[in-house]
């Protein structure tokens, strides 16, 4: 194998791929599959890192020592510097509970485990709860530790046990092996299979493969070079262009990224004889962009994470300053930290694992441990801060401070459910409501009882399968026949049921609900919905209960509830948006909305409660009301916003109960 040279194109190629990514996290629509761009590097890394090692093998060169000494120099300080100073600013605008799954997150992330624990705590790449976390970015990070873990040993077995001459083609195997179980993995455990390296293992060794092909392979004449370059750019740039989050990946849509970094690869292996797009991809400012590549790639996603958690309007001005300071931090960091560990300040093996590795792990295992012991270092938000941070987090009734709550206000949910007046039953939208249904019961002088398991809304007959965690809740069934047993012994005469109806039936909904046979498709799982939802009415009727159905509350995607919290707090004007229009309220809820008009008239003697009519004016949805902040996320409201609507909606009505 031939010395391994610099090549400017393949820097100007890690250009295209940073800049792809930061230009669809900050929201740039015409980019909708920017994302490739991490599956450019994935690529480019397996490439350089197997020609390095393949490279020290044939000449009795290899050492693990060596190898990961040139890693931990080249990942390590400045990916510990960008953890540090996210956790320093995250400090004064994140709340507790989220400040210490950001603690956890950064010491995965350190360790190289972060894909594992994104993985387990939201609901997909794509889901809310991903926008606004600030390391996320690191589980792309992970996917290459854990890569660089298993392939050296890999590599040097393979080296040891097969002749050289089956390597190329061995390795063309694996990966294409490893390609088949992405495009399984993609279809069949979609969320894992985007943050876990088994499906994302083929783009790594695509790259690997062509380490050992390049070298032998004869100067290409200079017109199919710039075919080849062409064609590698189109499929990465069209890609991004038509590539959209709702569809499969990896699987085969990576591959095609794949393929189109490999023929850049190539059209550029020859200096005297590049394509036309590796002579673009190797001008002065490419070039640049891409030798800070990885700098960018660490500066930009904590920087758009914390404006996400703000709920911070991402407009022109605001897209603006986050690509500015992400460059300014990623060149101060290049030249000052990159730079000056991997050329000046060069230690041994034994003072590198001291100073990066076993410190650091001493050091994030205290910060984890005085997170959770400090409960997230809740006394940053002291009451100094004002009242309004307890009411966003407040969540039960013991949460409802004085101003809030005064002493005739009586916790009526204080019973067993077989003692209660009435039940409220479903998943987290009726847990939420108990501070609604406080007030109603304090006026009513009844008790109640809740029960309520996330992500379960109450519905006999069915099961259900929960995409986001790819796996049948065999548990549903049989929570929701224990509720049905307590609703058939209980004494009281009323149950009141919610649910976060809108999400379960959209067609895009990754809950399906199915009985034995049936296939996971949205329409039946909505079919399977409402047979079953007809079924639950019905079983609670013949019970002779009064049945009450809450509709469900406005949901405003991202949760925009501490953004005003958190302008007044630090005193500076973020631009809060604080409600969004009742039109796009209507066409979000469209589905439900048209279904519950359908129930009300098939079942007249069952009440419902309109939340949307309590938070919704003529125009506008709005996440406070008399200045009282409803929500404790994008969809939840928190104890004392729904005692606020339960006091609004016993001005306008009658009491229920």
């Known amino acids: 194998m031939k010395n391994l040279s610099y090549r400017k194109d393949i820097s100007g190629l890690r250009a295209i791929a940073v800049l792809l990514v930061i230009f669809f996290h900050i929201g740039i629509e015409e980019i909708p599959g920017g994302f490739i761009g991490v599956d450019v590097f994935f690529v480019l890394s397996g490439f350089l890192i197997t020609s390095i090692i393949y490279r020290d093998l044939l000449n009795d060169k290899f050492t693990y020592h060596e190898f990961y000494l ?11 510097f960008v953890i540090i100073l996210t956790c320093i600013a995250a400090w004064f605008v ?11 997150s950064a010491g995965l992330s350190f360790l190289s485990l972060s894909n594992f624990y994104f993985n387990n705590i939201t609901d997909g790449y794509w889901g809310v709860k991903a926008e606004s976390i600030p390391l996320l970015h690191t589980w792309s990070l992970s996917v290459e530790e854990q890569f660089y873990i298993i392939w050296p040993a890999t590599m040097l077995l393979m080296f040891k046990v097969i002749p050289q001459k089956h390597h190329q083609l061995l390795l063309l195997g694996v990966t294409s092996a490893l390609f088949v179980l992405s495009e399984f993995l993609a279809i069949t455990h979609s969320n894992s299979a985007y943050y876990l390296l088994p499906a994302r293992a083929f783009e790594l060794a695509s790259g690997a493969t062509l380490a050992l092909f390049l070298p032998k392979m004869k100067k290409i004449n200079l017109f199919l070079n710039h075919g080849l370059s062409l064609l590698g750019l189109s499929g990465i740039i069209l890609t991004s262009l038509f590539l959209s989050k709702a569809d499969v990946f990896p699987g085969i849509n990576a591959a095609i990224v794949c393929l189109s970094t490999v023929c850049l690869l190539i059209s550029g292996k020859d200096n005297d004889n590049q394509g036309i797009i590796n002579y673009i991809l190797s001008t002065r400012l490419l070039v640049f962009i891409g030798l800070i590549s990885y700098s960018l790639y660490l500066w930009h996603w904590p920087i758009i994470g914390l404006i996400n958690y703000m709920a911070i309007d991402k407009s022109m001005t605001v897209k603006f300053f986050i690509i500015l300071l992400s460059f300014s931090l990623s060149i101060l960091s290049y030249y000052f930290i990159e730079q000056k560990f991997r050329l000046v300040l060069i230690y041994n093996f034994k003072k590198t694992a001291v100073l990066f590795l076993a410190i650091p792990f001493v050091a994030f295992a205290i910060f984890i441990l005085l997170s959770r012991y400090s409960e997230g270092f809740k006394s940053r938000f002291t009451p100094s801060d004002g009242n309004l941070t307890q009411v966003l987090l407040s969540k039960k009734y013991n949460d409802c401070h004085n101003d809030y709550c005064i002493d005739t206000f009586l916790n009526k949910f204080d019973n067993p459910p077989l003692d209660a007046d009435f039940l409220l039953v479903g998943d987290s939208h009726a847990e939420s409501l108990e501070g609604f249904m406080n007030v109603l019961a304090n006026q009513s002088m009844k008790n109640g009882s809740l029960i309520s398991n996330g992500g379960t809304p109450f519905l006999i007959g069915v099961q259900k399968y929960d995409i986001t965690r790819e796996a049948v809740k065999k548990s549903f069934s049989i929570k929701n026949q224990k509720t049905l047993n307590i609703i058939t012994e209980f004494q009281g005469d009323t149950v009141i049921i919610a649910g976060r109806y809108s999400r379960y039936l959209r067609e895009e909904s990754k809950d399906f609900f199915y009985k034995e046979g049936d296939s ?25 209960k009064k049945l009450i159905i809450v509709k469900d509350t406005p949901d405003f995607g991202v949760d925009r509830s501490r953004c005003p919290i958190l302008s007044d707090r630090m005193g500076i004007d973020f631009n809060c948006v604080e409600s969004i229009t009742l039109s796009n309220v209507v066409e979000q809820q469209e589905t439900v909305l048209n279904y519950f008009e359908e129930v009300e008239k098939k079942y007249p003697e069952v009440i419902f409660l309109d939340m949307k009519s309590l938070i919704c004016d003529e125009y506008l949805c709005h996440i406070n009301v008399d200045k009282t902040p409803l929500y404790r996320d994008s969809n939840h409201l928190n104890y004392i916003g729904a005692k606020k609507l339960g006091e609004i909606y016993l001005q306008r009505n009658t009491n229920p109960l």
């Open 94 to 104: 994140m709340f507790p509970e989220d400040y210490i799954r950001l603690t956890q």
């Open 520 to 544: 996971l498709d949205s329409k039946t799982s909505i079919a399977n919905f409402k047979s079953s939802f007809d079924e639950t009415i019905e079983s609670i009727l013949h019970l002779d």
């Open 70 to 80: 040139r890693r931990i120099r080249r990942i390590v300080p400045v990916l510990l």
